[in-house]
Nanobody, 122 residues
Framework: QVQLVESGGGLVQAGGSLRLSCVAPGRTFSTYTMGWFRQAPGTEREFVAA??????YYAESVLGRFTISRDIARNTLYLQMNTLKREDTAVYYC?????????????????WGQGTQVTVSS
C-alpha cells in the first residue's frame, strides 16, 4: 500500500496561482508514472497531468497554464497552477502507478491520495 499526502489547495481569485504537493512518506515512487486528477461536484474524476520517464502529459484544458514536476530526492510531486479559472475548482487528487494505454490512462491499479480542495473565485 502506498500512502500519498496532498497539500497546497485553498481559495484563490481567478487569475491567481497555487502549487499543489504530493508526498509519499517513507516510500520512493521514482519508478511510477505519477499524475494529478480532479473532480468537481456532480462530475467524474478527470485527468489533469502526468509525469513519467517518457515525459509529461497534460489535459488540453490546462495546457500552458499548469506544470507538473517531481523531486525524486524528496519523494514529492508538484502541480504548479497558474492563471486559474473558476472552472478549475475541484478536489485535486494525486495518483501513483498510472499506466498509459492507447490514448487513455489506466487507473485500475492506481494509488490515490485523499484529495485537496482548490476553489477559484471570480
Amino acid at each position: 500500500q502506498v500512502q500519498l499526502v496532498e497539500s497546497g489547495g485553498g481559495l484563490v481569485q481567478a487569475g491567481g496561482s497555487l502549487r499543489l504537493s504530493c508526498v509519499a512518506p517513507g516510500r520512493t515512487f521514482s519508478t511510477y508514472t505519477m499524475g494529478w486528477f480532479r473532480q468537481a461536484p456532480g462530475t467524474e474524476r478527470e485527468f489533469v497531468a502526468a509525469i513519467g520517464w517518457s515525459g509529461t502529459y497534460y489535459a488540453e484544458s490546462v495546457l500552458g497554464r499548469f506544470t507538473i514536476s517531481r523531486d525524486i530526492a524528496r519523494n514529492t510531486l508538484y502541480l504548479q497552477m497558474n492563471t486559474l479559472k473558476r472552472e478549475d475548482t475541484a478536489v485535486y487528487y494525486c495518483a501513483a502507478n498510472l499506466v498509459r494505454t492507447a490514448n487513455r490512462w489506466d487507473v485500475s491499479d492506481v494509488y490515490w491520495g485523499q484529495g485537496t480542495q482548490v476553489t477559484v473565485s471570480s
